[in-house]
């Protein structure tokens, strides 16, 4: 499984980006897709995941100004951030949970870096 992600950038306060990320190389719609961030000297935290069903979840107060979603046609699944705030900084990373038939697989795209400026 391959995922790129794209979308990040330099955005100020209060603004949006919209981050996506495609995949490739399996059966997409068989993935629970996720999105993490990981900002510097910090741990990689879990924003928001999407099962195979359309059933979402997401990171402690996140709810509300972020929105995961999928395109199963197009083998893509897109982050909408809003409201954007300094303390989002971070690189973010499109994840893939992909059952196997030993089990589960995690893949992981190279990041993009989002900066958010006060």
């Known amino acids: 499984v391959q995922l790129q992600a794209s979308g990040g950038g330099l955005v100020q306060a209060g603004g949006s980006l919209r981050l996506s990320c495609a995949a490739s190389?399996?059966?997409?719609?068989?993935?629970?897709m996720r999105w993490y961030r990981q900002a510097p000297g910090k741990q990689r935290e879990l924003v928001a995941s999407?099962?195979?069903?359309?059933?979402?979840n997401y990171g402690d107060s996140l709810e509300g100004r972020f929105t995961i979603s999928r395109d199963n046609a197009k083998n893509m699944v897109y982050l909408q951030m809003n409201s954007l705030k300094p303390e989002d900084t971070a690189v973010y990373y499109c994840?893939?949970?992909?059952?196997?038939?030993?089990?589960?697989?995690?893949?992981w795209g190279q990041g993009t870096q989002v900066t958010v400026s006060s």
């Open positions: 994840n893939a949970i992909v059952p196997l038939i030993t089990g589960f697989g995690t893949y």
């Open positions: 190389g399996s059966i997409f719609s068989n993935h629970e």
């Open positions: 999407i099962t195979r069903g359309g059933r979402t």
